[in-house]
């Protein structure tokens, strides 16, 4: 049976590699932009400024300008303060290049929401000018809906358990690596500090 040229290709090593790299690195500027965007809308965000929740002057402070003082609004108002997470974890996510999209971004979900409703059940007073909770309304609704079936600490415990998974779903984390590195450090503080020192010097070497 004759070969076609795409058959060769596609058996050739590293024949779907590089269109793979491109889209693999396509992702990766888009995470990038996104979460520098999300980043900015969120440090620049302004109570005052006008957005769907609130009325405000006739010009906009956010660096976003106007579209960034309403996603900015949004975010506070469903999340709280774990919307701050959203650009760390964007970029965390594409840093490690994503292999597997669909269970980062459901780790992405997970660890926000998990971390919204911790704010919610623990931290009671308004933020930022009284203008969103520290869970927001999400965070809210969960926290509530946990506490009445599992009390404060029940829901504090499981809410901690689903952030933990979040953030093995979002990154490459490894809590058993953690404590591996943790153990080796404190069996030989010396040689750890030696290798982290080396790891500096040629990281700078190589810039």
């Known amino acids: 049976m004759a070969t076609t ?31 520098a965007l999300l980043a900015l809308c969120l440090v620049s ?13 006739a010009g906009a402070s956010n660096l976003i300008g106007a579209v960034g003082a309403n996603v900015a609004a949004a975010l506070f108002q469903s999340f709280g303060l774990a919307a701050c997470m959203l650009p760390l974890l964007l970029a965390a996510a594409a840093w490690r290049r994503i292999n597997a999209p669909l269970s980062r971004v459901a780790g992405l979900l997970t660890i926000t929401l998990a971390a919204a ?3 919610a059940l623990f931290v009671t007073s308004p933020i930022a ?9 999400v965070g809210a609704l969960v926290a509530e809906s946990l506490r009445g079936v599992l009390n404060t600490v029940g829901a ?15 990154t490459n984390f490894s809590f058993v690596g953690a404590y591996e590195r943790i153990a080796a450090a404190l069996a ?20």
Do not use: H
Request: aromatic share 8%.
């Open 5 to 35: 040229q795409s058959d060769v290709r596609m058996k050739m090593p590293g024949g779907v590699g590089p269109r793979r790299s491109r889209r693999g690195e396509i992702v990766t500027v888009m995470l990038v932009a996104t979460s």
């Open 45 to 57: 965000y302004s109570p005052n400024d006008a957005s769907w929740s609130a009325a405000g002057g």
């Open 117 to 119: 409703s911790l704010c």
């Open 129 to 137: 000018d009284r203008s969103f909770n520290a869970g927001g309304f």
């Open 156 to 170: 504090g415990v499981l809410l901690s358990a689903l952030a933990a998974i979040g953030l093995l779903l979002a």
């Open 188 to 207: 030989n503080p010396t040689g750890s500090f030696r290798v982290t020192l080396e790891r500096f010097r040629s990281w700078r070497e190589a810039r």
